[in-house]
């Protein structure tokens, strides 16, 4: 945060990309006052999620050319990739309480995190050497798809995602996308 050439500005939305040509030279972005600023820079980067990425692009002029001049925005770039083939990542999470010690839940004690840091840092092995997704697979909900369309993961413990999950010392959950 100390850095010269570091400016944190919060509450603010980048809403274009400006343009010299094709090189992109800068960002617009309105402040929670709703005043409008300019921010020239020699590098840009969009890091704006996988939905909010492309809608930025779009407003600034670069994607489908036909799509951009029915809507009025002047094209920058035709680049129609953008904006297409984003889809849902629905999931269904199911958790349970086990009534045997079988699970990792304990792993996710924060008092157990040095024990496990250790084990992986020096052995590389325990509950630290794994991603916690023990199990997974893909397949098709039907026949008449060419590819996997559903993922399966088994995870051998129950996160405290919402209240109402298990307050057990063991559980376990099934992610289905």
């Not at 020239?40 to 990425?53: F, M, P, Q, T």
């Not at 129950?158 to 010392?169: D, E, F, I, L």
Request: proline share 7%.
């Amino acid at each position: 945060m100390g850095r010269h050439n570091l400016t944190v500005q919060t509450g603010c939305t980048v809403s274009k990309i400006m343009f010299d040509g094709t090189r992109a030279v800068g960002v617009e972005y309105v402040d929670r006052r709703g005043h409008v600023h300019h921010v020239l820079s020699r590098d840009i980067v969009l890091c704006a999620g996988a939905i909010k990425s492309p809608h930025i692009l779009q407003l600034s002029g670069v994607g489908d050319a036909a799509a951009l001049e029915s809507i009025g925005v002047p094209v920058v770039h035709h680049l129609p990739g953008v904006g297409k083939n984003l889809q849902d990542h629905l999931a269904i999470q199911i958790q349970h309480s086990c009534t045997k010690p079988v699970s990792l839940q304990p792993t996710a004690n924060l008092m157990n995190a040095p024990w496990i840091g250790a084990q992986w840092l020096f052995l590389r092995s325990g509950p630290g050497a794994t991603n916690h997704w023990e199990a997974g697979g893909f397949a098709r909900s039907n026949d008449k798809l060419p590819f996997p369309n559903l993922m399966y993961q088994f995870l051998p413990l129950a996160s405290k995602s919402y209240p109402n999950s298990p307050t057990g010392p063991h559980g376990y959950q099934v992610h289905v996308a």
